[in-house]
Nanobody
Framework: EVQLVESGGGLVQAGKSLRLSCAGSGSTFDDYAIGWFRQAPGKEREGISCISSEGATYYADSVKGRFTISSDNAKNTVYLQMNSLKPEDTAVYYC?????????????????WGQGTQVTVSS
C-alpha cells in the first residue's frame, strides 16, 4: 500500500505558475499510475492528468498545454507543473495511485489518495 502526500499549493496571481509535488512512501511508484485531480467547492472531483510508471501521460482538455506532469522515480515523486494559471483553476488538488495503471481520469479507478493541497488563483 502506498501513502501519498501533496505539497506546493498556495495563493498565486492569474497568469503565474505553481509546481505541485506528490511524494510516495510505503511502496514504489513503479507499481502505480499516478493521477492528479482537483475539486472546487460545490463541484465534482475532476481528473487533470496522469502518468504511468513508464512515463506515458494523459491530460484533460481543460489543462492541456498549460499543465505538465512528470515523475522522478529516484525520489518516488510525481510533479504537476501548472503554468498560465486562471482563477477557475482554484481548487483542492489531490494525487492518487492506480495499481492497474489504466491511465484514465476516473476517480473510482484510483485506490490510494493523498489529503490534498489548496491552490488559489486570484484575478
Amino acid at each position: 500500500e502506498v501513502q501519498l502526500v501533496e505539497s506546493g499549493g498556495g495563493l498565486v496571481q492569474a497568469g503565474k505558475s505553481l509546481r505541485l509535488s506528490c511524494a510516495g512512501s510505503g511502496s514504489t511508484f513503479d507499481d502505480y499510475a499516478i493521477g492528479w485531480f482537483r475539486q472546487a467547492p460545490g463541484k465534482e472531483r475532476e481528473g487533470i492528468s496522469c502518468i504511468s510508471s513508464e512515463g506515458a501521460t494523459y491530460y484533460a482538455d481543460s489543462v492541456k498545454g498549460r499543465f505538465t506532469i512528470s515523475s522522478d522515480n529516484a525520489k518516488n515523486t510525481v510533479y504537476l507543473q501548472m503554468n498560465s494559471l486562471k482563477p477557475e483553476d482554484t481548487a483542492v488538488y489531490y494525487c492518487a495511485a492506480d495499481p492497474r495503471q489504466l491511465l484514465r481520469l476516473w476517480p473510482s479507478e484510483y485506490d490510494y489518495w493523498g489529503q490534498g493541497t489548496q491552490v488559489t488563483v486570484s484575478s
